[in-house]
T-cell receptor, first 109, second 115 residues
């Protein structure tokens, strides 16, 4: 099955700093999603991005499907950005979503 | 819209007991799924459904049963709980995007401990 690798595994930022999270996947995918799991455990969908670039406020994401990677950019980080960021992909067979192990982000005030 | 709801929020079972985790959504989504999340790990797919009456296995289906009699509800049953099933369980739903899913929306999770 598809392998999903996220890097870095852990990241500590000073408030106001920018960061880039990476997701590599091993095979062609139907779709790719980025999620944020907050410290209370709630999972929030950030982007549905099988290809191309999207922006939502301070967050943006780019997926280059032909090269099998996606990037999540966080600009001007805030303490509320802390939590775990997951990349999840669905292979071309459809309907079976595979999650990466996540990037754990801590933003210091 | 309540979105995706899960009950209970917390549950403690003894080995060998059975129970059902409830999941409901009010967005008329065709696709629903169950995941488990173990400490420090990503989510792993247990079972999924692409519509009422249709279910299939995910990555880690052993020890779990599902059925989908309505569009809204997708319960997960543990027939004989084992300590290895101690985990946080998430339910999710989405529209079906033809060949696969669309944006997935998650419930708040059920924290299950099996003693």
């Amino acid at each position: 099955g598809i392998q999903v690798e996220q890097s870095p595994p852990d990241l500590i930022l000073q408030e106001g700093a920018n960061s880039t999270l990476r997701c590599n996947f091993s095979d062609s995918v139907n779709n790719l999603q980025w999620f944020h799991q907050n410290p209370w455990g709630q999972l929030i969908n950030l982007f549905y991005i099988p290809s191309g670039t999207k922006q939502n406020g301070r967050l943006s994401a780019t997926t280059v499907a032909t090269e099998r990677y996606s990037l999540l950019y966080i600009s001007s980080s805030q303490t509320t950005d802390s939590g775990v960021y997951f990349c999840a992909v669905e292979g071309t067979g459809g309907f079976k979503t595979i999650f990466g192990a996540g990037t754990r982000l801590f933003v210091k005030a | 819209n309540a979105g995706v709801t899960q009950t209970p929020k917390f549950q403690v079972l003894k080995t060998g007991q059975s129970m059902t985790l409830q999941c409901a959504q009010d967005m008329n989504h065709e696709y629903m799924s169950w995941y488990r999340q173990d400490p420090g790990m990503g989510l792993r797919l247990i079972h999924y459904s692409v519509g009422a009456g249709i279910t299939d296995q995910g990555e880690v289906p052993n020890g779990y049963n599902v059925s989908r009699s309505t569009t809204e509800d997708f319960p997960l049953r543990l027939l004989s709980a084992a300590p290895s099933q101690t985990s946080v369980y998430f339910c999710a739903s989405s529209r079906s995007g033809g060949a696969g899913t669309d944006t997935q929306y998650f419930g708040p999770g059920t924290r299950l401990t099996v003693l």
